[in-house]
């Protein structure tokens, strides 16, 4: 199973192996878990898109719940941003309450940024 990401890496898994990083070029493979920067371009593509390369594949036997909630996480406001976009296109939220909660109360994030985890947060800790 292999999933082609923007930057030249692949994601890829041999039967029920770990996930891996393969370099296109180079061939340099490393665990996915331990590398979810590489994987952050995946955001740039919708949930469904990404899902729908990753066939027959349950969604959380993927590194996609790690990679979402590292980009909440993350530097800056485009990851986060991305993440939230995920969120809002219908990715799972129940396990990641606990991210949004802290968002939505930082000062080093923007407040439509906070704004964003809070509608989120709302929705989904009083569902």
């Known amino acids: 199973m292999t999933l082609r990401i ?6 890829v898994r041999d039967g029920v192996g770990p ?3 393969q370099g296109a070029a180079d061939g340099l493979v490393c665990p996915a878990g331990d590398r979810l920067v590489w994987l952050l371009p995946l955001l740039e ?3 469904s898109d990404v899902s729908a390369a990753l066939p027959d594949v349950p969604v ?3 590194p996609l ?3 979402v909630r590292f980009a909440l996480t993350a530097w800056g406001e485009h990851w986060p941003t991305l993440a939230l ?3 809002n296109a219908g990715w799972p939220i129940r396990d990641l309450l606990d991210v949004l909660d802290d968002m939505k109360d930082s ?4 407040q439509p940024l ?3 985890a809070l509608r989120l947060w709302r929705a989904s800790a009083h569902a």
């Not at 923007?6 to 994601?11: A, D, E, K």
């Open 6 to 11: 923007s930057n030249g890496l692949l994601l």
């Open 19 to 21: 996930w891996l990083i």
């Open 45 to 47: 593509s919708t949930p």
């Open 60 to 62: 959380a036997d993927t």
């Open 65 to 67: 719940p790690a990679l």
């Open 85 to 87: 976009d995920w969120l």
């Open 107 to 110: 000062r080093e994030l923007s």
């Open 114 to 116: 906070r704004y964003r």
